[in-house]
């Protein structure tokens, strides 16, 4: 009887498993204390497993509510929606108003790492507006567990910003952002090189582009390679310099989306 019964737990833990492929699973009131959140499982992460990486994103202010689909209105999961690819578990919480708790996010991810099979090694953050600020900030309090980032039209109001240095960091703005002023970004940027603390850093200024141009950078494959080649058992944590994001590419964004392909199942 036992053998029966171990049988079909180990039936019921791979079906489990396999209906996780390409899915979006909403989490509600499930990690005390914090966000309502979406787990994304790529494709073949019933094979994978510990060696999929994990994506963190952190939307903006006009996402805020208690309607966990608004999540999806832009970002990676509109893009996986769209057709986009990407080889990645990816949470991505609500905000249900004001700023971005880093100690709420940090819940979530220590949840998620107990739930699901990933590479702690290769964990990622990225965000834009007020998720951008709420990546700063989240990264700024947790260096070591994050292995890059990548902040759009952000800032940052944590009092020690010299953590920000022990990371690979992506700060991009727009110089015509009416929003978030870029001197928000600037601030950052001038605070690590003031203390030489800036070998991990890249910053960009798109020129004439606007506070939601930039969301159009969350559509690209190579915002996503960008963040996926770093881990934290690269040497000195190196920031990757090779990859570059343009603002010509943000004109592409939504051309190599195919409409035609299989959207995420949804799991509520």
């Known amino acids: ?34 966000y309502n959140f979406w787990v994304y499982t790529p494709e073949g992460y019933d094979t994978l497993q510990e060696k999929t990486p994990l994506i963190i994103f ?21 893009a996986l929606d769209m057709g986009k690819r990407i080889p990645a578990l990816i949470v991505a919480p609500q905000n ?9 996010i940090n819940e979530i991810l220590e949840w998620t790492k107990k739930n699901y099979a990933l590479d702690t090694n290769r964990i990622y953050a990225i965000g834009m507006s007020l998720g951008g ?27 020690n910003l010299q953590p920000l ?8 703005h727009g110089t015509a952002d009416r929003d978030v002023p870029m001197s928000q970004s600037k601030k950052i940027v001038s605070a690590l090189q003031v203390k030489n603390n800036d070998k991990r ?23 996503y390679r960008w963040l996926l080649s770093h881990s934290l058992t690269d040497e000195d944590r190196k920031v990757n310099r090779d990859i570059k994001l343009r603002k010509e590419d943000m004109k ?6 195919s409409r035609t392909a299989k959207k995420p199942k949804i799991i509520n």
Not at 2 to 31: M, T
Not at 58 to 71: E, F, P, R, W, Y
Not at 165 to 172: A, N, T, V, Y
């Open 1 to 34: 009887m036992k053998r029966i019964e171990i049988f079909l737990i180990l039936i019921l833990v791979s079906f489990s498993v396999v209906c996780q492929n390409h899915s979006l699973c909403a989490k509600k009131s499930i990690v005390k204390n914090a």
């Open 58 to 78: 952190l939307h903006g202010a006009s996402l805020c509510g208690n309607n966990l689909d608004k999540v999806r209105r832009y970002g990676p999961l509109h």
């Open 96 to 104: 249900n108003k004001g700023a971005w708790q880093p100690t709420k």
């Open 133 to 159: 600020y709420g990546v700063l900030e989240f990264v700024g309090t947790y260096p070591e567990k994050i292995a890059a980032a990548m902040a759009l039209c952000g800032g940052c109001n944590l009092k």
């Open 165 to 172: 240095g022990e990371l690979p960091l992506w700060i991009i």
């Open 201 to 223: 850093l890249r910053y960009d200024w798109f020129k004439g582009v606007n506070h939601a141009g930039l969301s159009r950078l969350l559509y690209l494959d190579d915002t």
């Open 252 to 257: 592409k964004a939504y051309h190599n989306l």
